[in-house]
Nanobody, 124 residues
Framework: QLQLVESGGGLVQPGGSLSLSCAAS????????IGWFRQAPGKEREGVSCISSSFGRTYYADSVKGRFTISRDNAKNTVNLQMDSLKPEDTAIYYC?????????????????WGQGTQVTVSS
């Protein structure tokens, strides 16, 4: 069974950093397009970033561009989201998701497999 597990969430002060990791069991992430999403209380789910299976093309939402970096660690079978210069409005549950191989990804990419999420809280 294909499973995704997020880790790395926690409490951080504004301006701080966190690194989230999305690990897979049952399949190799390298061959899938992977997305990171977040959902804050009372708000709709937002696509944060994604990385395509082919050529590693990336997408970032305007709200995180220049602060977040998505990357693959194929040796560990993970996709990571480095989050810097965090703001209180980044507080949310962060989810990773996977879909079939694609040449590129965007905010409209649809995903088949989802993790359970990890809480990120940015507060002083």
């Amino acid at each position: 069974q294909l499973q995704l597990v997020e880790s790395g969430g926690g409490l951080v002060q504004p301006g701080g950093s966190l690194s989230l990791s999305c690990a897979a069991s049952g399949f190799t992430l390298e061959y899938y397009t992977i997305g990171w999403f977040r959902q804050a209380p009372g708000k709709e789910r937002e696509g944060v970033s994604c990385i395509s299976s082919s050529f590693g093309r990336t997408y970032y939402a305007d709200s995180v561009k220049g602060r977040f970096t998505i990357s693959r660690d194929n040796a560990k079978n993970t996709v990571n989201l480095q989050m810097d210069s965090l703001k209180p409005e980044d507080t949310a549950i962060y989810y990773c998701a996977a879909t079939r191989p694609t040449r590129y990804c965007s905010a409209s990419t649809e995903y088949n497999y989802w993790g359970q999420g990890t809480q990120v809280t940015v507060s002083s």
